[in-house]
C-alpha cells in the first residue's frame, strides 16, 4: 500500500474548524502517512503540531498558505519547511495580520451600514487563533440571524460580488516566492484551477511564478477531475517542477471535503520527504 500525504489542510489557527491535535488525529485516522498544515498566513499551530505528529507517529510537514494577487488574479502560494526563526518571516506575518485586520474593520462597517449590526467583538469570539478571516465573519452572521448559510453570507454579503465585499490587502506572489527562498523552503503554486478559466492564462502565470523561483505545483486537490489530475501532473513533469497535493480541508468551514479528500504519494513528493529529513 501506497503511502499517502495530505499536504493542504487548516486548523482552527486561521479558518478552519478542526484544532491541530483534532486534524492530526484525523490523519491518523484516516490511515495517511503524514501531513502538512498550511494555515492562512500563520505558522502559529506548527511547534504544537510537530509534538503531536511524533506522539502519533505522523510525518509532519511545516507549511503556510499565503494569500496574494496578480494582475486581478488571486493566487495562493504554498510554503514547506521554512524556517521559522526567520525575522523576515516574522516582520511579513505581522504585516499581513494587520492587513487582514484593517480589511476586517471595514467590513464590519460596511455591513453596519446596511442595517445589519455586528461587532468585532462577536466576530473574533468564533477565532481561536489569531487570524480573523471572512469564515469568521460568516459564522457571527448566522449566529445573529442574518443569513442562514455560509453560501448565503457570501453571495449577498462576503463574496466579490457581496454587498460587504472588501478588497482585501493581497501580498504579491513574486516576492513572497523571494521570501519563502530566503527562508530555506520550498513555494507552490495552489489549485491553479481557480487562479481563471482560462488554462492559457493560468500557464502564462505559472512561467512567470517559474522565473520568479517557484519550485512546485499542487498537482492534486480536492476539486480536480481526473483529467485535471493528470493535466497538472503532466504539467510540473514538463516544467520540472516538485509535485505537491492535498485536499485543502477547512473542517466544517469547507463542507464535502475531507483529510486525505485529495492526497499525494510518498513517491511524488520523494524530494521534498528528503529535503525535511535533512533538516531534522
Do not use: W
Amino acid at each position: 500500500m501506497k503511502k499517502k500525504y495530505d499536504l493542504h489542510t487548516h486548523t482552527t489557527y486561521s479558518d478552519g474548524t478542526f484544532t491541530v491535535e483534532e486534524l492530526l488525529k484525523r490523519a491518523k485516522y484516516t490511515g495517511l502517512a503524514g501531513i502538512a498544515i498550511t494555515d492562512h498566513d500563520t505558522m502559529e499551530g506548527i511547534s504544537e503540531a510537530r509534538i503531536i505528529a511524533k506522539n502519533l507517529d505522523l510525518d509532519f510537514i511545516s507549511g503556510i498558505e499565503f494569500s496574494c494577487s496578480y494582475d486581478g488574479y488571486e493566487i495562493h502560494i504554498l510554503g514547506y519547511l521554512l524556517d521559522e526563526k526567520s525575522e523576515k518571516l516574522s516582520s511579513k506575518l505581522i504585516e499581513l495580520k494587520k492587513a487582514r485586520s484593517n480589511r476586517n474593520e471595514k467590513i464590519v462597517k460596511r455591513l453596519n451600514s446596511l442595517g445589519l449590526k455586528i461587532t468585532l467583538e462577536e466576530i473574533e469570539a468564533e477565532a481561536t487563533g489569531s487570524i480573523i478571516s471572512r469564515a469568521h465573519i460568516c459564522n457571527a452572521m448566522m449566529k445573529k440571524g442574518f443569513v442562514y448559510t455560509k453560501g448565503e453570507a457570501f453571495k449577498q454579503y462576503l463574496g466579490r460580488k457581496g454587498a460587504a465585499y472588501i478588497e482585501k490587502e493581497s501580498s504579491n506572489p513574486f516576492e513572497i516566492i523571494k521570501l519563502i527562498k530566503e527562508c530555506n523552503g520550498v513555494s507552490a503554486l495552489a489549485h491553479p484551477s481557480l487562479v481563471c478559466d482560462s488554462v492559457e492564462k493560468v500557464e502564462k502565470i505559472l512561467d512567470l511564478l517559474i522565473e520568479a523561483g517557484l519550485d512546485g505545483l499542487e498537482v492534486e486537490y480536492s476539486s480536480y477531475t481526473p483529467k485535471q489530475t493528470k493535466y497538472y501532473k503532466e504539467l510540473a513533469k514538463s516544467k520540472n517542477l516538485l509535485m505537491v497535493g492535498g485536499s485543502d480541508f477547512h473542517g466544517g468551514n469547507r463542507v464535502g471535503v475531507d483529510i486525505a479528500h485529495s492526497s499525494i504519494s510518498a513517491e511524488e513528493i520523494k524530494d521534498l520527504l528528503e529535503r525535511k529529513c535533512k533538516e531534522e
